[in-house]
């Protein structure tokens, strides 16, 4: 089994639908990451987490919430999708130094 | 973090080595040099990382200046599978608080 396991791994949805990518990891770290890719833009931070009771916004975190249920969950939630946020999702966990990054294998999401 | 500079792509022939500059003139003392690098449709994944002396691991060399101010990650012999993005990242020893950025990096791709 993978270590960061993201689903669904391709997800069409409509304008305005509420949609929850979900993200798990078996590498016991406590830090967990959400990143959006866009073609030529490279990664862009969307939320993280260092422990089950803590949230921070990244970059790009308007139109998008996260629930740490776990230390093992972090999931993301777009509640109302926009066309605009068609995108490659991607979770990742890293160690408490900050280092060695794990990411999973991604969501695409095409929101129509 | 410091900025990094990388070619936007390099070309490589399958068997033949590959030297992919980083820039990075601004670099402090405590800075560590990380590379990942995303292979098509995956998420990125660590190649290696150093700090002032030449590292070498079952994926890739990374061969640092002198002056720290560019670094270079070595393929010995570049195979098909190692068509990629590689992103080099620096990360200071009191970074582990801020969540990895990434640039655009350097696509490179292996001709058959």
């Known amino acids: 089994d993978a270590d960061v396991t993201q689903t669904p791994r391709n997800r069409i949805t409509k304008t305005g639908k509420r949609i929850m990518l979900e993200c798990s990891q078996t590498?016991?770290?406590?830090?967990m990451y959400w990143y959006r890719q866009d073609p030529g833009l490279g990664l862009r931070l969307i939320y993280y987490?260092?422990?089950?009771?803590?949230?921070n916004k990244g970059e790009i975190s308007d139109g998008y919430s996260v629930s740490r249920q776990a230390q093992a969950k972090f999931s993301l939630s777009l509640e109302s999708a926009i066309p605009n946020q068609t995108a490659l999702y991607f979770c990742?966990?890293?160690?408490?130094?900050?280092?060695?990054?794990?990411f999973g294998s991604g969501t695409r999401l095409t929101v129509v | 973090d410091a900025k990094t500079t990388q070619p936007n792509s390099m070309e490589s022939n399958e068997e033949e080595p590959v030297h992919l500059p980083c820039n990075h003139s601004?670099?402090?003392?405590?800075?560590?040099i990380h590379w990942y690098r995303q292979l098509p449709s995956q998420g990125p994944e660590y190649v290696i990382h150093g700090l002032t002396s030449n590292v070498n691991n079952r994926m890739a060399s990374l061969a640092i200046a002198e002056d720290r101010k560019s670094s270079t990650l070595i393929l010995h012999r570049a195979t098909l599978r190692d068509a990629a993005v590689y992103y080099c990242?620096?990360?200071?020893?009191?970074?582990?608080?801020?969540?990895?950025?990434f640039g655009k990096g350097t696509r490179l791709s292996v001709i058959a």
């Open positions: 590498k016991g770290h406590d830090r």
């Open positions: 987490s260092f422990d089950v009771k803590d949230i």
């Open positions: 990242i620096l990360r200071g020893t009191l970074s582990g608080n801020t969540p990895l950025v």
């Open positions: 990742a966990t890293s160690e408490w130094t900050g280092y060695g990054y794990t």
């Open positions: 601004t670099i402090s003392g405590t800075d560590y």
